[in-house]
């Protein structure tokens, strides 16, 4: 009996057993820094006298001043503004060109459908800040291969990297390289639509066109609510392209974002506690967003079922 019992136990333990590890990972690398980044974001540095000598420099408890001062920050208020503007244009577009060229992989007509895949899937492979370095240079006129081009042609020769047009340069990286990701969790779930509905759309005489808008877009709506709800955390996060491209323009500050004012706080002036308080109000707002989006789809499933 006390064998059974002991056997029934381990076989009841053996899934928690499984969990430790990727429990253990979790809390060391995610769950324990965040709480040090919390801790960090209400604390601060008092300096007594000239700040020389041992105990001159204190830790002490600042409460929310730390965030105050980051809500009320120029700065970090700006960089959230250009994000924004970064946004409208990445969004949109990058889910658009995603969304596109899944329905025509899809489409029956379609030749070299793998190559085709390949092709528009590879730029996701290079890593962010090789795809900022490359396009960079292709928008440097002294070394741009297109500004040459234009130049014998007698064309304008437009500098992508300053005023307006450095938010297309900018987005023209990100979509470049997350289109194709967002392509094919997309064109997974249209290959994943039963083939008598398409066999049904046939029968009733629906154009390609009209399968495609009324019958596949629906029925692949979650795929583009989870792109939709990635690309807003992706865009939140954007650190990499205006980071590298900041020594080639003067027009890219080292506060262009929310999270280059985090790095130039933290590793530049080398406060961290100010840094700290700024990571958690970025982290918030992707919080409250997500959650609100994700809501927001799920409520709109909801009245789509019950009606």
């Keep these: 009996m006390t064998t059974a019992r002991r056997t029934s136990y381990g076989v009841k333990g053996a899934p928690y057993a499984f969990l430790v590890p990727a429990a253990v990972l979790f809390a060391l690398f995610f769950a324990l820094p965040i709480g040090y ?9 008092r300096v007594s006298g000239l700040g020389l000598g041992s105990g001159a420099r204190k830790e002490v ?36 060109l995603a969304l596109l060229f899944a329905l025509m992989l899809d489409s029956e007509k379609v030749r070299l459908a793998p190559f085709t895949r390949l092709a528009i899937f590879l730029p996701y492979a290079v890593p962010g800040v090789v795809a900022a370095l490359l396009w960079g240079f292709l928008y440097l ?29 900018l987005s023209n990286i990100a979509v470049w390289g997350g289109t194709g990701f967002n392509m094919i969790v997309i064109y997974t779930s249209l290959r994943a639509i039963p083939a008598e509905v398409h066999e049904a759309a046939k029968l009733d005489g629906a154009t390609p066109l009209q399968t495609a808008l009324r019958i596949k877009i629906p ?27 900041k020594p080639l323009t003067n027009s890219v500050s080292t506060t262009w974002s929310p999270l280059m004012k985090v790095h130039r706080d933290a590793f530049g002036t080398g406060d961290v506690y100010q840094a700290a308080a700024e990571a958690v109000i970025i ?13 927001a789809a799920n409520r709109r499933n909801r009245q789509e079922a019950a009606s």
């Design 219 to 245: 029925m692949v709506a979650p795929s583009l609510v989870l792109t939709f709800f990635f690309s807003i955390i992706a865009t939140l996060q954007v650190f990499n392209e205006p980071t590298t491209l």
């Design 61 to 96: 408890w600042a409460g929310p001043e730390n965030y105050t001062d980051a809500l009320t920050d120029s700065e970090l208020v700006h960089g959230a503004l250009r994000v924004l503007g970064y946004g409208c244009i990445v969004v949109p577009v990058m889910l658009g």
């Design 141 to 169: 006129p002294d070394v741009s291969p297109f500004f040459y081009v234009l130049g014998k042609l007698g064309l304008p020769q437009p500098d992508l990297l300053d005023g307006g047009p450095l938010y297309l340069a």
């Design 37 to 45: 980044a919390v801790w960090l974001s209400f604390h601060k540095v």
């Design 283 to 295: 982290a918030l707002a992707t919080l409250v967003l997500s959650f609100g989006f994700l809501r």
